[in-house]
């Protein structure tokens, strides 16, 4: 995953939302500016077409970010880097939010759609095409790098915005983690496409993307068997955790942060039995969200499907 620690720069902040800038983008982008000065009559058409690029990018990113705000998720971070970007969203684990939350961001990309379009046929209109030629070639390359991102991101290959929307429709019927382990096999037969062309296409660029997708689809994997195992421990059917509304497992689950000794929380009510320490905050197993153990709910929750 991409750090945003020494590998990034912190560019600006947006409603809460810090966006960051991985420092290999402007290798990429000395490379791809350099490597395509013949399109225009200037080198300041295709830095313009890069910034293009990088805006387009972004918005795509606050899509995502925004829309998991909206239903109640957490979002504070966007990394942009060469190959795209990524928006650090935690919606709540409920299927239409994560719907939401991914589609958002495609959906920004479709809304570009019309501008294109409107500004095309001004600069036609005015006749600019024959006076700034470059201004309308910048246009046309910028609608079609847009039309395809979003024809790229929709493929059905997990971790893209595609494999996640799979995953969070097949999360209805099939339940959160089961729909997860489904998402990534497509995933991995995406991969394998993906790479095949890759290696005919003699792409760097796709070949990067492919490990990228790779890397994830495991991660992917190995989480969604952790959440195979968590489904079916043993649970506490009197509380329910304040935002996926699942009850917590019976078990010493929960490790003291300053004895490391493990305990079960909810049988000694957020305090270590080992060291008397106190937490602030519970964590739920399922959705990692932390609250206060008040806040659990002592209410019938709503029932778990693997």
């Given amino acids: 995953m991409i750090g945003t620690g020494k590998n990034a720069i912190r560019l600006f902040q947006f409603k809460g939302i810090d966006v960051f800038l991985h420092w290999s983008w402007f290798l990429v982008a000395a490379y791809e500016i350099g490597d395509r000065q013949k399109a225009y009559a200037s080198v300041a058409w295709n830095i313009l077409e890069y910034l293009a690029l990088f805006l387009i990018v972004m918005l795509h990113e606050f899509g995502h970010a925004l829309a998991c705000r909206q239903v109640g998720g957490e979002a504070n971070k966007i990394v942009l880097w060469p190959l795209g970007g990524v928006a650090y969203v935690n919606p709540p684990q409920r299927a239409g939010a994560t719907l939401w939350s991914i589609a958002a961001g495609p959906l920004v990309n479709v809304a570009l759609v019309p501008v294109f379009l409107i500004i095309g046929r001004t600069i036609r209109a005015f006749g600019l095409i024959q006076t700034i030629p470059d201004a309308y070639l910048l246009l046309k390359s910028v609608a079609i790098i847009n039309i395809g991102l979003l024809i790229f991101n929709l493929l059905p290959v997990y971790p893209l915005d595609g ?66 195992k968590i489904a079916k421990l043993q649970r506490y059917p009197e509380y329910s955790c304040p935002s996926c509304k699942v009850s917590p497992p019976v078990g010493e689950y929960w490790k003291c942060s300053s004895c490391a000794k493990p305990f079960d929380t909810f049988q000694s009510q957020a305090v270590c039995p080992h060291c008397s320490t106190r937490f602030p905050n519970t964590a739920c197993m399922d959705c990692r969200r932390a609250f206060p153990i008040s806040e659990w709910s002592r209410s019938v929750p709503v029932a778990t499907s693997i």
Avoid at 199 to 219: D, E, G, P, T
């Fill in 163 to 228: 494999g996640q929307i799979l995953r969070a429709l097949l999360w209805y019927p099939l339940g959160r983690a089961r729909s997860l382990m489904a998402a990534t096999i497509v995933g991995f037969l995406g991969v394998a496409a993906l790479a095949l062309y890759a290696l005919r296409s003699q792409s760097i660029w796709l070949a990067f993307v492919c490990a990228y997708v790779f890397m994830n689809c495991w991660r992917g994997m190995q989480q969604a068997r952790a959440l195979l």
